[in-house]
């Protein structure tokens, strides 16, 4: 049971990066569906001298969301050599450990990747799918996430930050888990809501923990950091950018940019979290995927005569594509209760189904900062319709079959739109058809219930059992009784 693009060298690789670095402990990690990670340690010899990047580990299936019933349980992991990283904060003698992230495989030694799978099965078809058509897709994510010294939810304070309304009614305020950040008051600073995009030291606090993350990131991850800095929300929000790669590639690095943000975290004392809207009435965390299109060594995407982005008919017909599934690809992309309060007007999230240039209150935006031939390896499209709460497998691979439909369909995109859309009147927007993405979970669930493109992505079983966890996830949302209902309606 080995895939074929698993070569002895990768392994031999690997082998030799444990023996050098003394690694005792690796932790072998997959995800599921809904792109939380799980992960087990074994000892480094069940790789160096063992059969673990050959035959794989075994595993329960049944105890991981959207896998395996207790009668058909038993699966197996098997560790993509090539994701090895060194842990550097498991340095002392009997904790030097590393990770690794691999497919999960059918007991009995199936030829390929389970369907339940997001790597395996999902990503990897996907990519198959481009190269049958002689593209091969590169994605890059802007993620964006909220550090914060504690996080009680049983402690709830008066929030007074905003008035949604202006305080021109009883709306004022709300009981609320309050997120305590050291951002709020930095040294005598108070940095206002929405207004710490780009904030320097002193007033912004996370430069330290953003250059550690991204340093790790660097020297034993195999990443290339393009940038960080902090984002416009009050409380610790920052965002990190690293350079495009291919779909699975980059999956596996989203992946592990969550977990390095985690523990680096952890051991300052220190919560982060990718959850998409922790602070009201503040901006929340998304992640833009910025993705391309490639035939061999040409940026098929960039078109030197095209006047209004140099974007080709090929771009063209893959953001018709990408609007054309938009409502349904929601679901994917914002797969949380949560998502939904941020994708709300005057928040920089991209609530209308258009597509632009630089105008970022657009869905699909191509990004212009350069021009000519010399910059056609960073003609793009940015699709802003997603959050850091999505399962980077499922999310890339279902944007790449959705743009690959428009090519196949030569769906046009009509015409771009370069307003503020935000400031248009509903009139207005109507004039233009402008349609807007769901505004709850469930609505997302019913548009990607009846979007083929979708299902054959992901496969009937992921399918089904995505839809099936996020239902669950409305229905309990729907009858939890929140403290902003006691507040507003226990006197009536």
């Given at each position: 049971?080995?895939?074929?693009?698993?070569?002895?060298?990768?392994?031999?690789?690997?082998?030799?990066?444990?023996?050098?670095?003394?690694?005792?402990?690796?932790?072998?990690?997959?995800?599921?569906?809904?792109?939380?990670?799980?992960?087990?340690?074994?000892?480094?010899?069940?790789?160096?001298?063992?059969?673990?990047?050959?035959?794989?580990?075994?595993?329960?299936?049944?105890?991981?969301?959207?896998?395996?019933?207790?009668?058909?349980?038993?699966?197996?992991?098997?560790?993509?050599?090539?994701?090895?990283?060194?842990?550097?904060?498991?340095?002392?003698?009997?904790?030097?450990?590393?990770?690794?992230?691999?497919?999960?495989?059918?007991?009995?030694?199936?030829?390929?990747?389970?369907?339940?799978?997001?790597?395996?099965?999902?990503?990897?078809?996907?990519?198959?799918?481009?190269?049958?058509?002689?593209?091969?897709?590169?994605?890059?994510?802007?993620?964006?996430?909220?550090?914060?010294?504690?996080?009680?939810?049983?402690?709830?304070?008066?929030?007074?930050?905003?008035?949604?309304?202006?305080?021109?009614?009883?709306?004022?305020?709300?009981?609320?888990?309050?997120?305590?950040?050291?951002?709020?008051?930095?040294?005598?600073?108070?940095?206002?809501?929405?207004?710490?995009?780009?904030?320097?030291?002193?007033?912004?606090?996370?430069?330290?923990?953003?250059?550690?993350?991204?340093?790790?990131?660097?020297?034993?991850?195999?990443?290339?950091?393009?940038?960080?800095?902090?984002?416009?929300?009050?409380?610790?929000?920052?965002?990190?950018?690293?350079?495009?790669?291919?779909?699975?590639?980059?999956?596996?690095?989203?992946?592990?940019?969550?977990?390095?943000?985690?523990?680096?975290?952890?051991?300052?004392?220190?919560?982060?979290?990718?959850?998409?809207?922790?602070?009201?009435?503040?901006?929340?965390?998304?992640?833009?995927?910025?993705?391309?299109?490639?035939?061999?060594?040409?940026?098929?995407?960039?078109?030197?005569?095209?006047?209004?982005?140099?974007?080709?008919?090929?771009?063209?017909?893959?953001?018709?594509?990408?609007?054309?599934?938009?409502?349904?690809?929601?679901?994917?992309?914002?797969?949380?209760?949560?998502?939904?309060?941020?994708?709300?007007?005057?928040?920089?999230?991209?609530?209308?189904?258009?597509?632009?240039?630089?105008?970022?209150?657009?869905?699909?935006?191509?990004?212009?900062?350069?021009?000519?031939?010399?910059?056609?390896?960073?003609?793009?499209?940015?699709?802003?319709?997603?959050?850091?709460?999505?399962?980077?497998?499922?999310?890339?691979?279902?944007l790449l079959m959705a743009g690959l439909d428009g090519i196949k369909r030569k769906?046009?995109?009509?015409?771009?739109?370069?307003?503020?859309?935000?400031?248009?009147?509903?009139?207005?927007?109507?004039?233009?058809?402008?349609?807007?993405?769901?505004?709850?979970?469930?609505?997302?669930?019913?548009?990607?219930?009846?979007?083929?493109?979708?299902?054959?992505?992901?496969?009937?079983?992921?399918?089904?059992?995505?839809?099936?966890?996020?239902?669950?996830?409305?229905?309990?949302?729907?009858?939890?009784?929140?403290?902003?209902?006691?507040?507003?309606?226990?006197?009536?």
């Open positions: 049971m080995k895939p074929s693009d698993i070569f002895d060298e990768s392994i031999k690789a690997a082998i030799e990066k444990l023996k050098v670095n003394r690694v005792r402990w690796v932790h072998t990690a997959f995800v599921d569906i809904r792109g939380l990670m799980h992960d087990v340690v074994v000892p480094a010899r069940e790789f160096i001298e063992g059969n673990a990047f050959t035959s794989g580990l075994g595993f329960d299936g049944s105890s991981v969301r959207g896998f395996k019933s207790i009668e058909e349980s038993d699966m197996v992991i098997l560790p993509d050599p090539r994701t090895l990283a060194i842990l550097p904060w498991m340095s002392d003698d009997n904790q030097r450990s590393a990770i690794v992230i691999g497919d999960v495989y059918e007991a009995y030694g199936g030829s390929s990747p389970s369907e339940v799978d997001p790597r395996g099965y999902v990503a990897k078809r996907a990519v198959k799918a481009a190269m049958e058509m002689s593209y091969t897709g590169y994605f890059a994510p802007e993620i964006e996430c909220f550090i914060f010294s504690s996080i009680d939810p049983t402690r709830l304070v008066w929030d007074l930050w905003v008035s949604p309304d202006g305080g021109k009614s009883d709306s004022w305020g709300a009981p609320r888990v309050m997120p305590q950040s050291p951002e709020i008051t930095s040294g005598g600073y108070v940095i206002r809501p929405r207004e710490a995009y780009y904030k320097p030291p002193p007033e912004d606090t996370t430069i330290e923990y953003r250059n550690e993350v991204s340093a790790i990131l660097e020297d034993y991850f195999g990443f290339r950091i393009e940038k960080h800095h902090h984002e416009g929300a009050t409380a610790g929000q920052i965002e990190i950018n690293f350079q495009y790669g291919e779909l699975v590639e980059t999956a596996d690095r989203t992946i592990y940019c969550k977990f390095v943000a985690k523990n680096v975290a952890k051991r300052r004392g220190l919560i982060v979290t990718f959850m998409p809207k922790p602070v009201y009435l503040d901006n929340a965390s998304g992640m833009h995927i910025h993705v391309s299109l490639w035939r061999g060594n040409a940026n098929v995407m960039y078109d030197e005569s095209d006047e209004y982005a140099e974007l080709s008919q090929v771009g063209r017909y893959f953001v018709g594509g990408l609007l054309e599934h938009a409502r349904a690809l929601t679901a994917v992309c914002c797969p949380t209760v949560n998502s939904y309060k941020r994708l709300v007007p005057g928040f920089e999230a991209p609530i209308y189904v258009v597509w632009s240039r630089r105008n970022r209150s657009a869905l699909i935006r191509i990004p212009v900062y350069h021009r000519g031939p010399e910059y056609a390896a960073y003609k793009r499209i940015e699709y802003r319709g997603a959050d850091p709460s999505c399962n980077p497998y499922l999310a890339f691979s279902c769906i046009d995109p009509g015409d771009p739109v370069d307003e503020d859309i935000y400031k248009m009147t509903p009139e207005r927007r109507r004039h233009l058809g402008i349609v807007e993405l769901p505004t709850t979970l469930k609505e997302a669930l019913d548009e990607m219930k009846s979007d083929e493109v979708i299902h054959r992505t992901l496969g009937s079983h992921i399918f089904d059992a995505f839809i099936e966890y996020k239902m669950n996830d409305w229905r309990q949302y729907c009858l939890y009784i929140t403290p902003w209902e006691i507040m507003k309606y226990l006197d009536y």
